[in-house]
């Protein structure tokens, strides 16, 4: 059995572990809230550009680009995104899990024709150790969304594609629904599925239903070449949120859980030391109580 002395210095270094830990979740969940709102303040943008992709394909079903043309996967690139730091829970490891999935899903396809764009230190470290090469070094994005970093980011695998250099482009990455829940999801990113968004635009009316007619200045193929990669941008750019927002979520829930366990630790330490601490005083007792018995 533990001394006395042990017992008490193990219950002083889980307060002072708490203490670290709940520091922790205040942080998280302060960056939390910034990352919601930024969420919050984008998605009425991202959504007002898919509205308007859906309206104008919805007129016509004839419109070709070279990011709807779904060809024969010969190379790849999958972007991932993890975090920098560690203390997520399960997040990281999730995310370096749906990769490997992935890339064996690709591997017949050969090392040299999967292009890696890792968001992370964490992710970037996983395929280090794969032996995988990295594509550049994305860490800074991770910790600190920029809008014109993913569009940099995103105008190089725009680029790629168009220039048939690459085939395809998947995302992994985790979806913020809720402070305690981050669905983890692999979406495609390029080519750009339009189909999903062909739905005819209508106004209904007491009588009969109304389909929107669009004059269009300049021409729509013009239109749509310059908006398909608008969308494309605030689609990674909407990815990068998430995941940054289901971080520090990952986060504050793990540090939470983590000040619990504490607490219910060093309730366990005190009863076992005030355990402890009696038993010596009955022993303290007994031998005295031997002591004297034995004078007589």
Do not use: C
């Not at 009425?44 to 550009?49: N, S």
């Amino acid at each position: 059995m533990a001394s006395l002395k042990e017992i008490k210095n193990r219950i002083g270094s889980v307060k002072s572990t708490k203490k670290i830990t709940s520091a922790m979740k205040m942080i998280a969940s302060s960056k939390l809230h910034r990352a919601q709102a930024a969420i919050n303040n984008f998605l009425p943008y991202q959504q007002k550009l898919d509205s308007i992709l859906t309206n104008l394909l919805a007129s016509d079903m004839s419109y070709e680009s070279p990011f709807i043309q779904k060809r024969e996967t010969k190379r790849l690139a999958i972007v991932v995104f993890a975090s920098n730091s560690s203390l997520a829970g399960a997040y990281n490891s999730n995310v370096i899990k749906e990769f490997n999935v992935t890339y064996a899903k690709h591997k017949e396809l050969g090392k040299e024709n999967i292009l890696l764009y890792p968001v992370g230190k964490k992710i970037a470290d996983a395929l280090r150790k794969q032996g995988l090469t990295s594509q550049g070094d994305y860490r800074e994005m991770a910790d600190k969304p920029s809008y014109q970093a993913v569009q940099d980011l995103a105008k190089e695998l725009i680029a790629k594609y168009v220039a048939k250099e690459i085939d395809g482009v998947i995302l992994i990455y985790h979806h913020f629904v809720s402070t305690g829940t981050q669905r983890l999801q692999t979406v495609p990113f390029l080519p750009f599925d339009l189909e999903q968004k062909h739905s005819v635009n209508t106004v209904e009316t007491d009588s009969s239903t109304v389909q929107t007619d669009y004059i269009l200045e300049p021409s729509k193929e013009e239109i749509l070449e310059s908006l398909i990669p608008t969308v494309l941008y605030s689609r990674l750019y909407a990815a990068l949120l998430d995941a940054n927002a289901s971080e520090h979520a990952a986060r504050t829930i793990a540090m939470q859980i983590a000040s619990d366990n504490a607490d219910e630790l060093v309730q366990d330490l005190t009863i076992q030391y005030n355990k402890s601490r009696q038993q010596a005083v009955t022993n303290e007792l007994l031998d005295i109580i031997g002591g004297a018995s034995a004078l007589q």
